[in-house]
């Protein structure tokens, strides 16, 4: 209770005059601005990048830190997509890989963490290739690394949006036994889960750092409030089951081979670090505060998401009932087994349902900003149109928020005719993120290695840089090849097959074809605009 009390203090001193700042600019001899909201820093950061500040800076550590943390939603969805863990690798597997997972993407987010520190702009990885990148190379590389960055952040949006529908269906099932739950029925209830997001994102924008900063409390407090009761409550297995318990009930060729498909659940759950870049003009003083956001993130997250894989685990007295529950997550049936209590279960699974509907908004929040970059770039058709700043109490990107709303209710849609369709679009962010995710990094990779100048940064891993970037490309590429595997082999059919690795070539072939009929000559790159600021 002491911890939670000075985390409300300090979260309350930091914020009570956040919205009374009046606008104002503050200009040096070059001629640089800075929002009243932001530093002298970020003014400099924002006219180096060539960049007009067109944003609040109403984001501090705390709420960005928020923001991030529950925007991953790792502890939540860890337990959420469980099964795919469980299938391939059993107990011990999901909590190896989960370990695993969690050191091998620190060094991801510690490279990101890294070039963000050198360029804080909403356009994240797409405009660090660009400055990154061969000079001959620039344009097409940071072209593509935008459109892959606008369809991994989309797919994000709808993934999580239907997770949180899809799991409200599971409690009515738990609830009511005789309910059927129906395709149809999970897309309307996207629907609204998506319209809550609306809201927050434009009426309730102003007050968006506030409401983040309050959901991060509701994410750690929430922690306790689902491992209490399974600590208290629920039957235990031994720990020689959880920890050496391995299985391989996804038919691979070996337990190794299963662990390694498993550990995609550990991955979706890390999913989303580079949040905090694409909300940089938005975040005061962010050239130090957006990497120290993303790197505290992975660590609270990941312990928290650790914790919770142990606990779960240890819970699970009945496997194969769990696998087999007919709310659609085995989480679920081991809470109502845990506390033996339809309304105990339905409790601890709302605080599920409300963290990751927090998830969503940050999503959506997210994929409009990178839109609206990339919009402001040249690199969308019509941009003119996306890249436009409407004032709704605060400056936000109205149009990017209400496509980025249109696509994700488009790929709902999809859900009532096929299933299998649309597991394989959603299922697209893995490979997206992480394609954008290791071109930025391989490009300042390879600069480090020429031992060609870098640009300052205020957060820097020094010496450890190139071990750590070279660490982190290796696994994005075998995370990027595992993402297209299928959960099982047994009994595959073209329903069960994970068609994203299609749906992802012929994505990424279209962005291609269209960068030849138009990008090329519309979009320049934003290193274009960049200059040097002394």
């Known amino acids: 209770m002491v911890s939670f009390a000075s985390m409300t203090n300090r979260y309350l001193a930091e914020t009570k005059n956040e919205f009374a700042l009046e606008s104002r600019t503050l200009t040096d001899n070059d001629g640089l601005a800075a929002d009243a909201n932001g530093t002298i820093q970020d003014g400099k950061d924002m006219a180096r990048l060539g960049k007009k500040q067109q944003f609040q800076r109403n984001f501090r550590f705390i709420s960005i830190l928020g923001f991030t943390c529950t925007l991953m939603c790792t502890w939540e969805c860890l337990v959420a997509s469980a099964s795919l863990a469980l299938i ?45 990148a061969p000079k001959s190379k620039q344009k097409f590389m940071s072209y593509m690394a935008g459109w892959t960055a606008s369809l991994g952040w989309q797919a994000g949006l709808a993934s999580t949006a239907f997770l949180s529908a899809t799991m409200i269906q599971g409690l009515v099932v738990l609830n009511y036994p005789t309910y059927e739950a129906q395709r149809w029925h999970a897309t309307l209830i996207f629907i609204a889960v998506l319209s809550v997001c609306i809201f927050f994102n434009t009426i309730g924008a102003r007050h968006l750092p506030l409401i983040e900063g309050l959901i991060l409390m509701l994410h750690i407090m929430g922690f306790f409030a689902v491992v209490i009761p399974l600590w208290v409550l629920a039957p235990k297995i031994s720990a020689k089951e959880v920890f050496t318990s391995f299985s391989n009930t996804g038919g691979w060729s070996s337990v190794g081979s299963a662990c390694m498909v498993g550990q995609l659940a550990s991955v979706y759950s890390f999913l989303g670090p580079d949040a905090a870049v694409h909300m940089a003009e938005e975040i ?18 990941g312990l928290l998401g650790f914790v919770m894989v142990i606990t779960f685990c240890f819970c ?43 998830c969503a908004i940050g999503n959506l929040a997210t994929a409009s900003r990178q839109f609206f970059a990339f919009a402001r770039d040249d690199g969308m058709p019509g941009a003119h149109i996306w890249s436009r700043v409407t004032t709704v109490g605060v400056a936000i990107p109205l149009h990017a928020i209400l496509i980025s709303m249109t696509i994700s209710i488009a790929i709902a849609l999809i859900n009532i005719g096929s299933t299998a369709a649309f597991n394989s679009v959603v299922s697209l962010v893995t490979a997206a993120d992480f394609s954008t995710y290791f071109l930025s990094i391989i490009c300042i990779l390879t600069k480090r290695l020429r031992g060609e100048p870098l640009l300052p940064s205020r957060w820097s891993m020094g010496k450890w840089a190139i071990p750590v970037n070279i660490f982190a490309c290796a696994y994005l590429i075998f995370g990027m090849v595992m993402s297209f595997f299928p959960t099982s082999r047994i009994g595959l059919s073209p329903e069960g097959m994970n068609w994203s690795v299609l749906v992802y070539t012929v994505v990424v072939a279209g962005a291609a074809v269209l960068y030849l009929v138009h990008g090329r ?3 320049r790159g934003p290193v274009v605009n960049v200059r040097r600021v002394e």
């Open 88 to 132: 391939n690798g059993g107990l011990a597997g999901f909590v190896w890989t989960c370990f695993g997972t969690t050191f091998c993407y620190t060094a991801v987010i510690a490279s990101m963490a890294d070039m963000a520190s050198m360029m804080p702009t909403t356009g994240g990885q797409y405009h660090w290739v660009s400055e990154f």
């Open 284 to 301: 005061r003083d962010a050239s130090k505060i957006v990497p120290r956001a993303m790197i505290t993130t992975v660590l609270v997250n």
């Open 521 to 523: 000559y519309t979009y």
């Open 316 to 358: 699970i007295t009945d496997l194969p009932a769990a696998l087999d529950s007919r709310t659609g997550f085995p989480f679920i049936e081991v809470f109502h087994a845990a506390t033996d209590s339809k309304a105990g279960a339905t409790a601890m699974v709302s605080i599920f349902i409300a963290l990751l509907m927090c």
